[in-house]
């Protein structure tokens, strides 16, 4: 059972772990269907889950906002009561914040990041399903409110002592939701950025690494430290609503800001994590497009850094109305402007980068300049929210939600779309209709602005936000309806996307590398084998599938590597791929010490994790995908054959799923005070952890009980969790 | 591979775990465990913050701390955890020695320290409570239960881990080689220790 990998290089020995405890039979291999789906662990079926999950709610929040537009659309209309429209308006904003943008976000960077730092998996594959499957219970569970007495209707920011005190069970969903949801953020937080920082490829330093990367890391740190702010927050919600504390009531000398305070310092910090996905997305598909790598690629980075940083320290601008004192807002006020500065760069990096570019005018380019303008737009209008009079002035008027919207929805969800396009050749291996697909730019980019546009004219004029409906005389008939319009555009433009969704179903397959990608993802099938890289790569270059396929001339354009050149320029970087096994002095060059052997040739040994590592040596160059590499997970059996090297990826697990069930319970059980029902999803919850942890990252075929001496080593690079 | 086993099992003392090569040459669970930490500090963050805006504010004529506090009986508890810390060391330093006898020793020992104290705060909650202090009461019951009660669930769950890992060395299915197991089960006991010193000089020593 155990293989003993040959000197010089330090021996590795696989032992089986001790046979777990099992309730459930372990799924073994690859199955298919449903099944398939609930035990996976592999971090791009899981991506396309959250992105499938996400699209969803996308679509139920998106209706949600029709039902109140069409409220709106004329003055005194009845269409809606004022509870249903509280409970739209809260739950049209928690979808798309938590239920949205935020998985969508997160099901990119699953799929995308372990892709383009030349990993087979995240660092924590089941941890990654937890997420996964925490997220949709939480979501679901939000949800079941509509069903169970009515949905939260004290705002997507859950405003204390409102929401402390209005009756019945809605803001009891809303806080045990959001609680689920921040269980959901925060292992997927601790998992990419362990991901990121442990399990790049050789040479794969921090600043060659994809900018799409850098700010999802940058953004799972700010969850990191977020979502524990929004948890106590919610905790003393709870507290107040359910035993009686008095966090919130201000007849017992509480401070009614503190709510604002926890709330935004969660809350400003989440508006970069929602941003700065969506900046990385367009920072790949701007470069691809204008065939031109990203115009000051460190300024980029460092910005989205600095943005990571300074989001701590304007969240008192959510509460210029507040009465905070002269001194704080002053203070506030210009570290609003500064965090302006870092964000203008990036637009102008874009720009650069498109400057003099040989742009290929694709829906991903559109989307992604539609984003540079609109998000251009929203982020001025913010900066007219960071001088204090004016604030004072706009605060809780419709110019707010024009911001917003402009930001996110011209921002976060043309980043999100663009990406959408750009990717989608690599998850299913089809081209999504390209007319179709400017149809659909048109549709959004007409409606949007057509949506939202007039409301920063409504703002102006004094419209005040989450009000179900108008008097006629105040002038704001004209400009709603516009708004109305406008929102039936937007759909039309869904619409137009969901049904490319499904004619390009069957389309002809299109190549590996769809639309001449420059970072690792393109570099291999699409859509990529469950192991990803047949040979994991080892990086010379930014860009670094773009340096394999093309040279440059004198003036610096691109040229095709011929193929004379490139056997010719393969040499060249061999010995610069095998270069990088020495530190290179980069400060933070990723060789693990110990790790690359004195062999520096073999680049492809470097794969060799938990195989036999000779048979793996390609050329080093990442072309010879699939030759001579069994796809075959989860025989252990075969590994002491020697001439095929096998690729050892996690085992399927139903623990995660099943456990975050128990999220759901707990929470149901608190709300309706069943405390039985809350013990035993506490039972459950510890039970399934219990399970989860006793159970081998990689099942063994058969378990050999000699726990004593099992070094429980993991095969697939530091996947364990 | 920092890891030299044989088919035996027998493991070289330098090496901490069995793990595969990463880009830091720390181990993603080490990694992982730090980030959660910072993620932790934040969560106490807000809460002894939110315990400090509230100091001093409660209604007039309600019960205060001075009512309730016991400040050596507390004090002889912070001592029980803050040894606690020092059994964790012993704990790990032998793992790392492969003294599989002093490991189970001083994790049950840990491990029964964090219960002793766990048991004494909710004795002292239970006398407070008689006292006439409830979460309801004021804002000092409010932020006092939460604060310290959010404590207490840490070094629950610490203790369930510990005495997890001393059944697994029971079974002896804790290697030497699992040994980072420990130091990473230690690195967040050590945390809640630090916390404590934190809360203990916030709630009940300022003045």
């Known amino acids: 059972m155990a293989i003993v990998t040959e000197p010089p290089r330090p021996r590795q020995v696989l032992a089986p772990p001790p046979a777990p405890v099992r309730l459930l039979r372990r799924p073994t291999g690859y199955s298919k269907g449903l099944w398939g789906w609930i035990s996976t662990v592999d971090h791009k079926k899981i991506g396309l889950m959250y992105l499938g999950t996400a699209f969803v709610f996308f679509l139920i929040g998106g209706l949600e906002a029709l039902l109140m537009r069409i409220q709106l659309g004329s003055p005194e209309n009845s269409f809606l009561s004022a509870e249903t429209y509280n409970q739209l308006f809260t739950m049209h904003g928690t979808t798309m914040v938590f239920l949205v943008i935020m998985p969508l976000s997160a099901g990119l960077g699953n799929y995308l990041v372990p892709l383009q730092i030349g990993a087979r998996d995240v660092a924590f594959p089941r941890l990654n399903a937890f997420g996964f499957w925490v997220f949709l219970v939480g979501g679901l569970f939000m949800y079941s409110s509509f069903f169970l007495g009515g949905a939260p209707n004290g705002g997507w920011f859950g405003y204390a002592p409102l929401s402390t005190t209005m009756p019945g069970h809605n803001m009891d969903y809303w806080s045990f939701g959001l609680q689920i949801l921040g269980i959901a953020s925060l292992s997927g937080a601790v998992n990419l950025i362990v991901t990121v920082i442990n399990m790049r490829a050789p040479g794969m330093s921090l600043f060659r690494m994809p900018v799409f990367t850098w700010m999802t890391l940058v953004a799972q740190f700010l969850l990191l430290f977020a979502m524990p702010v929004i948890a106590v927050a919610l905790f003393l919600v709870m507290f107040d609503r359910m035993f009686g504390a008095n966090f919130f009531d201000v007849q017992a000398g509480s401070d009614p800001l503190l709510w604002q305070h926890l709330f935004w310092l969660f809350g400003h910090p989440e508006v970069y994590i929602l941003i700065l996905p969506a900046m990385g997305v367009v920072s790949e598909i701007i470069p691809t497009f204008a065939r031109k790598p990203l115009f000051g690629y460190q300024v980029m980075v460092f910005s989205g850094i600095a943005i990571g940083f300074m989001g701590w320290g304007v969240w008192a601008h959510h509460m210029f109305a507040s009465g905070l004192g002269p001194v704080a807002t002053s203070a506030f006020s210009a570290s609003t402007m500064f965090i302006a500065v870092p964000t203008g760069v990036k637009i102008f990096n874009w720009l650069s980068t498109l400057w003099r570019g040989k742009i290929r005018l694709t829906t991903p380019l559109l989307f992604a300049v539609g984003f540079v303008a609109m998000f251009t737009i929203g982020g001025l209008s913010g900066v007219t929210h960071g001088v204090v009079p004016a604030d004072t002035q706009q605060t809780d008027t419709y110019y707010v939600v024009a911001h917003f919207h402009y930001v996110l929805f011209g921002g976060s969800m043309f980043g999100l779309f663009a990406g959408a396009y750009y990717w989608w050749p690599m998850f299913t291996g089809r081209m999504l209709d390209e007319k179709l697909g400017k149809l659909h730019f048109v549709l959004t980019f007409i409606g949007f602005n057509m949506t939202f546009g007039p409301m920063h004219i409504l703002g102006l004029q004094g419209m005040p936000r989450r009000i179900y409906t108008y008097p006629s005389q105040r002038g704001w008939d004209f400009w709603n309806f516009i708004s109305t319009v406008g929102s039936f555009f937007i759909a039309a433009g869904v619409l137009v996307f969901i049904y490319n969704m499904i004619k390009t179903r069957r389309s002809p397959k299109c190549g590996d590398d769809a639309w001449d990608g420059r970072t690792l993802e393109w570099s291999i099938p699409s859509p990529p084998p469950e192991y990803n890289f047949a040979e994991i790569p080892t990086v010379v270059a930014r860009d670094d599938f773009w340096h394999r396929k093309y040279t440059e001339d004198d003036e610096g354009r691109p040229v095709v590597r011929t193929p004379a050149e490139t056997s010719a320029d393969v040499d060249a970087d061999n010995a610069l791929r095998a270069a990088v096994d020495e530190p290179d002095g980069d400060g933070d060059d990723p060789a693990a010490e110990g790790s690359q052997g004195a062999d520096g040739e073999a680049a492809g040994d470097l794969t060799a994790d938990a195989t036999d590592a000779d048979g793996a040596v390609t050329d080093g160059d990442g072309a010879g995908h699939d030759e001579g590499v069994e796809h075959d997970e989860h025989d252990d059996e075969h590994d002491d054959e020697e001439h095929e090297p096998h690729i050892h990826m996690p085992s399927p697990s139903y623990w995660p799923a099943v456990t975050s069930v128990a999220f759901a319970v707990i929470a149901y059980g608190m709300i309706y005070r069943v405390w039985i029902v809350a013990i035993l999803g506490g039972v459950w919850l510890l039970g399934g952890f219990y399970a989860w942890s006793l159970e081998p990252a990689t099942a063994p075929e058969e378990p050999e009980p000699e726990p004593e001496h099992s070094t429980d080593l993991e095969p697939v690079a530091g996947s364990r969790d | ?207």
């Open chain 2, 1 to 207: 591979m920092t890891v030299t086993t044989t088919s035996e099992g027998t493991h070289t003392e330098e090496a901490p775990a069995g793990h595969p090569p990463t880009s830091t040459g720390l181990s993603n669970e080490k990694v992982a465990m730090w980030a959660f930490l910072g993620s932790e500090c934040l969560l106490f963050g807000a809460l002894i913050s939110t315990y400090l805006l509230y100091r001093g504010r409660s209604a007039p004529n309600t019960i205060t701390p001075e009512d309730v506090y016991d400040i050596p009986y507390t004090s002889v508890s912070s001592f029980v955890l803050l040894m606690s810390s020092l059994t964790m060391v012993l704990a790990l330093a032998a793992i790392q020695r492969g003294d599989h006898r002093r490991v189970r020793i001083w994790l049950l020992t840990t491990g029964l320290l964090g219960a002793s104290f766990v048991a004494g705060q909710m004795y002292e909650f239970t006398v407070f409570y008689r006292e006439g202090l409830k979460i309801s009461s004021n804002l000092f019951g409010s932020s006092f239960f939460v604060l310290t009660g959010f404590h207490g669930a840490h070094v629950t769950l610490g203790v369930l881990m510990l005495l997890s890992l001393w059944s697994l060395s029971l079974r002896g299915k804790l290697p030497a080689s699992r040994s980072e197991t420990v130091e990473l089960v230690g690195l967040y006991w050590h945390f809640v220790d630090i916390v404590w010193i934190v809360i203990f000089t916030v709630v009940y020593l300022i003045p």
